[in-house]
Every structure is written in C-alpha cells, then in structure tokens.
T-cell receptor, first 114, second 114 residues
Framework: DAGVTQSPTHLIKTRGQHVTLRCSPI?????VSWYQQVLGQGPQFIFQ???????GRGNFPDRFSARQFPNYSSELNVNALLLGDSALYLC?????????????FGPGTRLTVL | KNEVEQSPQNLTAQEGEFITINCSYS?????LHWLQQHPGGGIVSLFM???GKKKHGRLIATINIQEKHSSLHITASHPRDSAVYIC????????????????FGQGTILTVHP
C-alpha cells in the first residue's frame, strides 16, 4: 500500500504570493494533520482535519488555511507569503483523529519564499 | 522551557556501539512517538507507546510515565542509522484547538561512523 503522499516536493515562491500544498493519506485513514518544520527545529502543529472538519489548530495566523475532501485528501493554503514561511511542510495521516492515534508522515513539501 | 526536551542534541558513535537517546516531558501525556528523520526531510514513525517497552529489530523504546521520561536505544549501531531522532507527545486530555496535536522535541542528530 502507498504511504502518505505529498505534492509538490519542492516549491519556490516570492513574498506576497499564495501557495497550495496537497496531501493524500494512507488508504483507510480519515484524519490528516499538517506541520511546519523550520530548518533546525522540530515540527510545529498547524491543523488537524477529520471527516472534512477542522479538529485542531496550532498557533498560526489566519493566512494559513486548510480543507479536507470527501476522499480524505487535504490541501494546505498559505496566503500573502512571508520569508519566514520558508520551511518543510509535513502532512501526517492517522486512522482516527485525536491523541494516541499513531501518525504516519509524508515526505514533505519544501517551500522556499524569496 | 520546552514541554519536550531531548538529550543529547548531537551524538557521534562508532559502528557497533550501543546508543541511547533520552526524552523528558513536562506535561501529562496519553502517548509518545519516536520518529526518525533522514536528510531531505521525510519522517518515519518508529514507535508509539504509552507504557512499558517496545522492540523492533535493533531498536528499543521504553517509557516511564511516572518519571515523564522515555528512551530510545539502538543496539549494534550502523552508519545507516545516522539520522535525526525526534520524540513527540500527545498531551493527555487535549481538547479544543489542541485536539490531535503532537508536540515535538528539538531532535537528536545521530552520526554513526564506520
């Protein structure tokens, strides 16, 4: 079975642009979580979605938004990009939402904002 | 002070050595993840545990809930074990916007020389 997939793998944008990142969970997984990992730091939680609804949100500005589709895939959108948004964006899927449900990570999308 | 602290931050070993990476946390948790991240970014889930000990191949993870401490051991280390090892926790009774949120340590960079 395929693991979590993310697209694109790399992306270069300029300040002020917007970006859409995509994630497909493991088959049978209904929950998707998004994390931001700035170089040299551990990942930071952005969102968790379950059954198309937002179930958790981290401390990120409203420029960050996401959604989950009926097939459980998910998009992360970031508007008005800033240099500080340059990071590795990780998607993780789990069977269910909430604590204690093992999360499986995708390869990430590396976003560079110039 | 971070809620999840790992030690050491950097670890260098010779092939064949026994390795221990430590994780301490300051909050109540429902489960703890040990993750492996190779250069390039992809994260692999090694273990999720909430009590006791788990073993997979040369990897062993233990957790002491009372002491709020977990360890990851690698026996007979090999250069291919070189990676960043990350500890992440699900907080107990996390609700509201923290639902499903993983809180990560800063990672331990392991280098194993032949």
């Amino acid at each position: 079975d395929a693991g979590v997939t993310q697209s694109p793998t790399h992306l270069i944008k300029t300040r002020g642009q917007h970006v859409t990142l995509r994630c497909s969970p493991i088959s049978g997984h209904k929950s998707v979580s998004w994390y931001q990992q700035v170089l040299g730091q551990g990942p930071q939680f952005i969102f968790q979605y379950y059954e198309k609804e937002e179930r958790g949100r981290g401390n990120f500005p409203d420029r960050f938004s996401a959604r989950q589709f009926p097939n459980y895939s998910s998009e992360l959108n970031v508007n008005a990009l800033l240099l500080g948004d340059s990071a590795l964006y990780l998607c993780a899927s789990s069977i269910l939402a909430g604590a204690g449900n093992e999360q499986f990570f995708g390869p990430g999308t590396r976003l560079t904002v110039l | 002070k971070n809620e999840v602290e790992q030690s050491p931050q950097n670890l260098t070993a010779q092939e064949g050595e026994f390795i221990t990476i430590n994780c301490s946390y300051s909050v109540g948790i429902s489960a703890l993840h040990w993750l492996q991240q190779h250069p390039g970014g992809g994260i692999v889930s090694l273990f999720m545990l909430s009590s006791g000990k788990k073993k997979h191949g040369r990897l062993i993870a233990t957790i002491n809930i009372q002491e709020k401490h977990s360890s990851l051991h690698i026996t007979a280390s090999h250069p291919r074990d070189s990676a960043v090892y990350i500890c992440a926790v699900f907080r107990a009774n996390a609700g509201g916007t923290s639902y499903g949120k993983l809180t990560f340590g800063q990672g331990t960079i392991l280098t194993v020389h032949p």
